[in-house]
């Protein structure tokens, strides 16, 4: 089956660390470009990062700049969040996405979520 | 940045009327819009893509049209499925931004 699932939603502390994993299956991994999205509780689907195909182009939202980290590993088809400096507006439910086409970035596929809690 | 605002905020529908979604863009971004479908739970699905192009193994029922800032989103014939809650997004330019979303509601 196609799918994408994440992993790794918990409860975080304000100025800690969380990572998130998006295990695909069902198509080849590793000639896609990913995103990570999230939605904040009553807020619109907000852009978070993004990686090339083969890992070696990566992208951010200003608002995450410098505190997270994206990264994939091809031979386990797996996409990662390293999210760090954790603020409470990072607070919110983060999916995967597959991006279509090096030339269109909308995406096809997307995983069901993982909540990410911050407080203290 | 472009902003991408949709309304209504929720529509009410009876189910077999047509329903009109709108998504304005704060600028002009040819037909690099795309329509996603997402249900409590489940993974958001891609509909349209290209403002007009469903994506494989969408119902006929469903259509996009416009292109620079407005767009919509419409559903003919509403089945009990098509309650959700509905985004645009456009990818003209980076960062890739979506509108707040139309909550699709029994009426």
């Known amino acids: 089956e196609v799918q994408l699932v994440e992993s790794g939603g918990d409860l975080g502390q304000p100025g800690g660390s969380l990572r998130l994993s998006c295990a695909a299956s069902?198509?080849?991994?590793?000639?896609?470009?990913f995103h990570w999205v999230r939605q904040a509780p009553g807020k619109g689907l907000e852009y978070v990062s993004a990686?090339?195909?083969?890992?070696?182009?990566?992208y951010y939202a200003n608002s995450v700049q410098g505190r997270f980290t994206i990264s994939r590993d091809n031979s386990k088809n797996t996409l990662y969040l390293q999210m760090g400096s954790l603020r409470a507006e990072d607070m919110a439910v983060y999916y995967c996405?597959?991006?279509?086409?090096?030339?269109?970035?909308?995406?096809?596929?997307w995983g069901r979520g993982t909540l990410v809690t911050v407080s203290s | 940045e472009i902003v991408m605002t949709q309304s209504p905020a929720t529509l009410s529908v009876s189910p077999g009327e047509r329903a009109t979604l709108s998504c304005r863009a704060s600028q002009s971004m040819s037909s690099n819009l795309a329509w996603y479908q997402r249900k409590p739970g489940q993974a958001p699905r891609l509909l349209i893509y290209g403002a007009s192009f469903r994506a494989t193994g969408v119902p006929a029922r469903f259509s996009g049209s416009g292109s620079g800032t407005e767009f919509t989103l419409t559903i003919s014939s509403l089945q009990s499925e098509d309650f959700a809650v509905y985004y645009c997004?456009?990818?003209?330019?980076?960062?890739?931004?979506f509108g707040q979303g139309t909550k699709l509601e029994i009426k």
């Open positions: 069902g198509f080849a991994f590793s000639t896609y470009a």
């Open positions: 997004q456009q990818y003209k330019n980076w960062p890739l931004t």
């Open positions: 990686i090339s195909s083969n890992g070696g182009d990566t």
């Open positions: 996405a597959r991006v279509v086409s090096s030339t269109s970035d909308y995406f096809d596929l």
